[in-house]
């Protein structure tokens, strides 16, 4: 009789089991500290938002970190559904075909709507195939801005520069003059490479920034306008317009948040670090500056920041808890709370208005500076770049312009290793992908 | 003298397997495949490859980066690996010679052997920060603009410092039981012979301390190429940038940052090599110079 109730309790269990099993998914992240806390909020809220799917986040280190953390697990066969990747592993994660399922795929497999236009101009494609398919859903995206220092732009007498021209004869030496660096910056490549091309209007890479795929392509950094940059950049290091505190982000960023710079060069997703600080400033931000000399018609910056793919090799069941999920975290609400919380861009229209209609960027015009950015006029030289081993790149390009500005190689030499050592490395990635 | 033996011939080496096992699966097997790797260019997620032949290894060495950071980690281990064995060896000498609270002095020297590489460069990454570190303030007060991840001067000798600092202890540990095991007898003797310390301690000293420096000058090479790896990522913030970096670093930004597979594999292969090359070198002509007693 005992065994008999045992039994039929076993059975009952498995039973209620059954009718409310939660289909768990999994996501591999790099988002630590105040990040972090946001992300697991996310998925708390999915996970309340429905009773079927239960997502579990979880911190793997850096960028670099999670993505070797994810390759690993993936040749393990014990991938994550979800992956976090960044917008320099873009390449490999894409250009490894059977790793992950395109997003747009995935959504219109399991019968969501997906309309490519319901994404900001700047973020559509930068996680797209040469086709304009999207593989991966931008998550984190964020565009490199000018923040300033309202009280020190004051009290040197001038407004944000609109050009580097502005920056260079009027804007630095009056901010030099009133006792500031004139200018700090946190990521050169990014920042000033990637983002100037696109502002800038030029081209980045051949193979059409090389989303054509990886055979053959070139880096084309090697040019008169960005050497210019960099020569007038080491010039105004020499002047004390610009100070450079090394590679490290934080390292650059510091300095204009004890208020000894007048403007700092970072991402819009500073802002809501920046502003959960108790500055002894206010600070503001606006568009990047363009040479007048090199165009004037300067045009929109693309995403950084990450991307999450839908790892493959995962059951139907679960791919249609990670389809939820993707529908649950683009849904304009959850954008907006992202939004507000960390300065990342939304990723839609739908989550971009609602901000505005709740009136955030009147509490806070520079929360709006990055998405602006983004919508501003595209061109063919704006989607992103496509290129392997580009974390590499940007180290090889960190060294050479730290060089630059230590003075131990001039930028005529340092653009020279740049080409031919970023060359080298794309070849060598094209030949992975046979 | 009677010789012990087994009576059967599969008893050792049944008793052998258990460490022949952990060898193959830990060490031999990973190498044979990191050496198989090297001639490859691969996807890191494992979907696309390319036999390259010697590529991987034509790359490293036509590559003037490649050739900076091993010429980097060779001054490197030559300056970690003197001012280690030196410094350790003077304050060994000096402790041997304190009678009073012997047993404080010697513990404060090494208590910083607890000290785990990257707490140790975090350890060090504050002192040098670039707005407030002491050891900056220091540097600056006599005019030395130090500045931690701009220059790679200053950030090289922050690497060195720290690494320094971390190993004395260890080195002292040994040298001070070398000392002590000297006997008393030698010491009296050339006490009688010889009335300056300096030369009792190059003439006999040293000379009877050889087996432990022997022995010390390996661990600090292997320690100063390998073991200071967790003291430089922590040092240059995770950022290669214009820092100095020592080839074991080299593989770790290459493999594990970039995917790069046949190309980290193939500097493995190369640092292989150089840890053969040197235990050879070492034992064949080191040793034979150094009599054990």
């Known amino acids: 009789m005992k065994k008999l109730t045992l039994g039929t309790a076993a059975a009952l269990t498995l039973m209620a089991n059954t009718a409310f099993a939660e289909t768990e998914i999994t996501w591999w992240h790099g988002m630590g500290g105040a990040l972090g806390d946001t992300v697991n909020e996310i998925a708390k809220g999915f996970n309340a938002s429905q009773d079927e799917y239960k997502i579990t986040p979880s911190f793997k280190g850096t960028y670099e970190e999670t993505l070797t953390a994810g390759i690993a697990a993936f040749r393990a066969g014990e991938q994550p559904n979800v992956l976090q990747v960044f917008d320099a592993g873009a390449a490999t994660v894409i250009g490894a075909k059977g790793a992950t399922m395109a997003v747009q795929d995935l959504l ?28 991966g859903m931008p998550f984190n995206s964020s565009s490199p801005v000018m923040y300033y220092n309202v009280q020190a732009l004051e009290k040197a007498g001038v407004t944000p520069p609109k050009t580097w021209e502005e920056f260079q004869t009027v804007t630095a030496p009056a901010l030099k003059d009133a006792g500031y660096v004139a200018m700090t910056q946190s990521h050169l490549p990014w920042v000033f490479v990637e983002n100037f091309m696109s502002r800038n209007d030029m081209p980045f890479a051949t193979n059409d920034n090389g989303y054509n795929g990886a055979e053959g392509t070139k880096i084309l950094t090697n040019t008169p306008e960005l050497k210019a940059h960099f020569t007038a950049m080491a010039d105004w290091k020499e002047k004390g317009y610009f100070e450079w505190f090394g590679t490290g982000w934080g390292d650059n960023q510091t300095p204009f948040e004890e208020g000894k710079v007048g403007i700092w060069f970072g991402s819009s997703g500073s802002f809501g670090g920046l502003s959960k600080q108790d500055l002894p400033f206010d600070f503001s931000a606006t568009y990047l500056p363009y040479w007048e000399s090199v165009t004037t018609e300067p045009k929109q910056t693309f995403i950084g920041g990450a991307a999450l793919f839908a790892m493959a090799g995962k059951s139907d069941e679960e791919n249609k808890a990670t389809t939820e999920f993707f529908k649950y975290l683009t849904s304009p609400e959850v954008q907006y709370m992202w939004h507000r919380e960390t300065g990342y861009v939304p990723i839609t229209t739908a989550a971009y208005d609602m901000a505005k209609a709740d009136g955030h960027y009147d509490r806070f015009p520079a929360a709006e500076v990055g998405i602006q950015q983004l919508s501003l006029e595209a061109s063919e030289n704006t989607r992103g770049y496509r290129m392997g081993f580009y974390v590499q790149i940007r180290d090889v390009m960190n060294r050479e312009f730290g060089r630059i500005f230590t003075g131990e190689t001039s930028v005529d030499d340092a653009f020279n290793a740049i080409e031919k050592e970023a060359n080298e490395l794309l070849a060598r990635f094209a030949k992975t992908q046979n | 003298m009677k010789r012990a033996g087994f009576t059967t011939r599969w008893l050792p080496i049944l008793l052998l397997l258990p460490q022949l096992a952990v060898i193959i699966v830990f060490f031999y097997w990973p190498a044979a495949q990191a050496v198989q790797s090297s001639f490859y260019l691969e996807d890191p997620f494992g979907f696309g490859s390319t036999f390259v032949g010697l590529d991987n290894y034509t790359y490293l060495a036509q590559s003037a980066e490649y050739a900076k950071i091993a010429r980097f980690t060779l001054v490197f281990t030559i300056l970690v690996t ?5 410094l350790a060896l003077l304050l060994a000498v000096k402790a041997d010679k304190v009678i009073r609270g012997a047993k404080s002095y010697r513990t404060l020297l090494m208590w910083v052997y607890a000290v785990a590489p990257p707490v140790a460069g975090f350890i060090g990454l504050l002192m040098f920060n670039q707005s407030w570190g002491p050891l900056t303030e220091l540097a600056k007060s006599f005019g030395w603009d130090f500045a931690l991840g701009v220059n790679s001067t200053d950030t090289a000798a922050a690497m060195v410092l720290v690494s320094v600092w971390k190993q004395v202890p260890v080195n002292f540990i040994f040298f001070l039981s070398g000392l002590q095991s000297i006997p008393k007898s030698v010491r009296e003797a050339a006490l009688i012979d010889c009335s300056s310390a300096m030369r009792r301690f190059w003439d006999v000293t040293f000379p009877l301390l050889a087996p432990t420096g022997f022995f010390l000058l390996i661990i600090n090479i292997t320690y100063a190429l390998f073991d200071t790896f967790g ?9 290669p940038g214009n820092n100095p970096l020592t080839l074991v670093y080299k593989v770790y930004v290459d493999g594990f940052r970039g995917n790069d597979m046949g190309g980290s594999s193939a500097q493995s292969v190369v640092l292989m090599v150089l840890v053969l090359a040197l235990t050879v070198v070492q034992f064949r002509l080191v040793e034979r110079r150094i009599h054990y007693t």
Not at chain 1, 108 to 135: H, L, P, Q, W
Not at chain 2, 231 to 239: A, M, P
């Open chain 2, 82 to 86: 003197f001012f280690s064995l030196g």
């Open chain 1, 108 to 135: 219109e497999s399991n019968g969501v709507e997906f309309n490519i236009e319901d994404y900001i101009s700047g973020v559509r494609y930068f996680y797209a195939d040469a086709d304009g398919k999207m593989i």
């Open chain 2, 231 to 239: 003291i430089v990522d922590v040092l240059v913030k995770g950022e």
